[in-house]
């Protein structure tokens, strides 16, 4: 075990995280709210706090955070992507997306989990002195999130790292909290070299995570796709069943072992100076 962070530190922070999330209503072309609102939880004290807000038609397009302390510890040449909007809940009105729905046991996490909590993952490295630059993306249910990180690529010239679930029909081969460190999805392929690292990590530190690519493409096969791969990333999944609803589920030992991927790899990239 990291010795940096418990399970218990982990999952009370992630947990209360979501709860605020999810209160946050942010459906798709609605984001804005929730957005300002990541800008004031993601504030950490001595930060550059640095944000480059983007509209498109008075709407935001995203929020790119400046994830440096100063020039002594800069940020590290990778980002992270997470994105921003939920769908609907579709039992109400259209304009009503699924709220305060988390809930857990000892071993599992049930709510709408897609998109918050690779967004909890992220703001928990934060919290843990991880100085990364964080895209937040807006309208990736409808797909139109893959040209935001494009945009972001040809900017600032670092690589993406995306934290996003994975979908499967049931999670009995994730009881040992796999975490997914794939090559490829049905769109495109991963940064070869990156994702080998990330797995090797993941060897090195003793943290179970499986190949397998799940039904969803992610954004980084998007991204791939788009410019014949002259941009690619990784992506780090979270298993999770019932996509799409108020009962996504994914476990706790998951999604602590994709924190502990992401930390022990910017934790050793920042000691190696890369």
């Keep these: 075990m990291n010795p940096e962070f418990s399970r218990l530190d982990m999952q009370t922070f992630i947990l209360r995280r979501l709860e605020w999330y999810s209160n946050v209503s942010s459906l798709t072309g609605k984001e804005e709210k929730f957005l300002n609102f990541l800008v004031n939880d993601f504030h950490k004290e001595g930060d550059i706090n640095k944000w480059r ?15 440096g302390v100063d020039e002594i510890a800069p940020t590290l040449p990778y980002f992270l992507v997470v994105h921003t909007d939920r769908i609907p809940n579709y039992n109400a009105s259209r304009d009503t997306g699924y709220v305060d729905t ?29 100085p990364i630059d964080i895209l937040f993306t807006t309208r990736e249910e409808t797909v139109e999130s893959t040209l935001q990180l494009w945009e972001m690529c040809k900017l600032n010239g670092k690589t993406p790292i995306t934290i996003d679930i994975d979908v499967f029909n049931d999670l ?53 796709k788009i410019d014949n791969g002259k941009y690619k990333g990784a992506h780090v999944g979270i298993p999770l069943i019932n996509y799409h609803s108020d009962m996504e589920t994914t476990t706790w030992e998951c999604i602590y072992n994709t924190i502990l991927v992401l930390f022990n790899f910017f934790t050793q990239s920042i000691k190696e100076g890369a």
């Design 102 to 130: 988390i809930s857990h046991t000892v071993e599992f996490l049930t709510g709408q989990l897609d998109n918050i909590i690779g967004i909890a993952i992220a703001r928990y490295l934060i919290e843990k002195d991880i």
């Design 53 to 67: 807000k983007v509209y498109l038609d008075a709407f935001p397009y995203y929020y790119y955070r400046n994830g």
């Design 172 to 224: 009995d081969t994730f009881k040992d909290g796999q975490t997914t460190l794939r090559f490829e999805d049905r769109n495109g392929k991963m940064l070869t070299s990156l994702v080998k690292t990330l797995q090797k990590v993941a060897v090195d530190n003793e943290i179970p995570f499986s190949f397998n690519e799940g039904e969803a493409i992610v954004e980084t096969g998007f991204l791939s």
